[in-house]
């Protein structure tokens, strides 16, 4: 069996993290929903403490694992090194210019040795 | 000699266009967008069903103005098969069928060949400790692969020379017509087959050129696109995630104004109707987000471009199934631009509390 990547280790911590605060969370909102009185300003305090240690929780770090750079890096020259190699390779357009410019001089040869056998 | 070189590359080829790898495009274009008429209409009918029930519980609500919560669909961390709605206190929740998580899948065998070719990525002073990527850093890199890929691959270049291909034949025909003597018009049906074979020929040189840069380049590709392909899907995962949470708290205060109304003396049918469909319109919008799954969608774009790399690996000049597999690398990789863009297209009420 094959080790997870470090990527999904961060993942599966993250989700571990907020999968505690959720509960909190769901609890709290069921409260709100219906609540009156003077404790609802403090239900709503505490559900925006909970959403913030939540947005707290982020994988930041994924796009610092040098894996991570490293295939952005190769991703990135190799698209310029394509991109490059495609403005080389024949067009149509060019391969068909030369085509009609020596089909035309043939045309003009032909014509010319015609008129010479006629005259 | 060259009469045997003509038949040899008619039998070849047989018809022309069957070589072509773009020989499809007009089935798939006209397969692609009957599909897309299909969608719509499943699109405009799951809208209409929604519109249908909100307005049902509206009239019933207005009517028995009951205590109002956010129903077992309105959980952000869950799989379900019902949607986000509002739902009477009392009333029996609807059957949930909780479809876990899915495990993460095990990984498939690794097409991917060990490359020692790399492209030379330019080095700069922070190599030794390279500073952390922005989001859009990865979504760019992307960008410009799938970008590359096209300019390889460009298939209206082909279309293109194979309509140009024709009229050069015409013309080498009416080339021999005129040439003197006795071979003159005999000859030319047979010079204009060898010019289209000729033609041929050079086309099909254009599209293994193509052919070897796009295996080249699939090939060092290959692994990038995994470690790119898993980092985006967390990195837009977790951008969803904090959008649900957001429009969950939302959803929750919109309930609670609700049952606040609900509750004042001398509320208007016309008050508290307005009221409800404010709480809806941010179950809606809580809805349209958790139905995106940007980690899945990262994993089918990860898989679609194996794919590409097999089919083009194993491509011995059959090129259905690369163009699939090309055009199927394609639309995962606008279902992730999609699925990116969706958390920020959600328009919610902009007030957190009501």
């Known amino acids: 069996m094959s080790q997870p990547s470090t990527i999904d280790q961060l993942r599966n911590a993250r989700d571990t993290a907020l999968a505690a605060l959720k509960f909190s969370i769901d609890a709290i909102a069921k409260k709100i929903e219906v609540a009156t009185g003077p404790n609802e300003v403090a239900l709503n305090q505490r559900l925006d403490n909970l959403v913030n240690q939540s947005d707290a929780i982020e994988t930041a770090a994924v796009l610092a694992l040098p894996e991570v750079i490293a295939a952005a890096a190769t991703l990135n020259a190799l698209s310029a090194q394509m991109t490059k190699t495609a403005q080389q390779l024949p067009t149509a357009a060019n391969l068909l210019a030369t085509t009609a410019t020596v089909l035309a001089l043939g045309q003009q040869f032909s014509g010319t040795l015609a008129n010479a056998h006629h005259g | 000699m060259w009469k045997a070189a003509v038949a040899a590359a008619a039998i070849a080829c047989g018809v022309q266009s069957a070589c072509s790898p773009y020989v499809f495009s ?258 809606d919008a809580f809805e349209t987000v958790r139905a995106t799954d940007p980690h899945a969608t990262a994993q089918a774009l990860r898989n679609a471009h194996d794919n590409l790399v097999v089919a083009v690996r194993n491509n011995n000049g059959e090129f259905a199934a690369l163009v699939a597999s090309l055009q199927t690398f394609d639309r995962q990789a606008n279902d992730l631009a999609t699925a990116a863009s969706t958390n920020a297209s959600v328009v919610s009420s902009p007030e957190k509390k009501s």
């Not at chain 2, 509002?86 to 060949?113: D, F």
């Not at chain 2, 599209?207 to 470690?227: F, G, S, W």
């Open chain 2, 26 to 283: 007009e089935n798939v274009r006209a397969l692609s967008t009957k599909m897309a008429s299909i969608d719509a209409s499943y699109q405009d009918n799951a809208r209409k069903i929604v519109d249908e029930r909100h307005l049902g519980n509206r009239t019933l609500w207005v009517h028995e103005k009951p205590v109002l919560l956010t129903g077992p669909g309105c959980d952000f961390d869950a799989t379900y098969s019902i949607p986000c709605d509002l739902m009477a206190q009392g009333t029996p929740a609807p059957a949930v069928h909780v479809a876990a998580k899915p495990e993460p899948t095990a990984p498939s065998a690794n097409v991917c060949e060990t490359i020692t070719d790399l492209p030379s990525a330019p080095t700069t002073d922070t190599d030794k400790h390279p500073p952390p990527l922005r989001r859009a850093d990865l979504l760019r890199a992307l960008d410009n692969y799938t970008g590359a890929l096209a300019a390889i691959t460009k298939a209206q270049d082909r279309a293109d020379f194979d309509n140009a291909a024709a009229e050069v034949s015409a013309a080498v025909g009416a080339l021999a017509q005129s040439a003197p003597g006795p071979y003159g018009a005999a000859a030319a049906p047979v010079a204009e087959a060898s010019t289209n074979a000729a033609l041929w020929l050079v086309g099909q040189d254009l599209d293994y050129r193509r052919l070897h840069e796009l295996q080249n380049a699939t090939r060092i590709a290959c692994e990038p696109i995994h470690v790119l392909a898993d980092a985006l899907g967390v990195v837009l995962e977790e951008q969803r995630d904090a959008r649900l949470r957001g429009l969950f708290v939302l959803l929750v205060r919109k309930t609670e104004a609700l049952n606040r109304i609900r509750a004042a003396p001398r509320v208007t049918d016309e008050a508290y109707g307005a009221a409800i469909d404010d709480a809806e319109a941010a179950a």
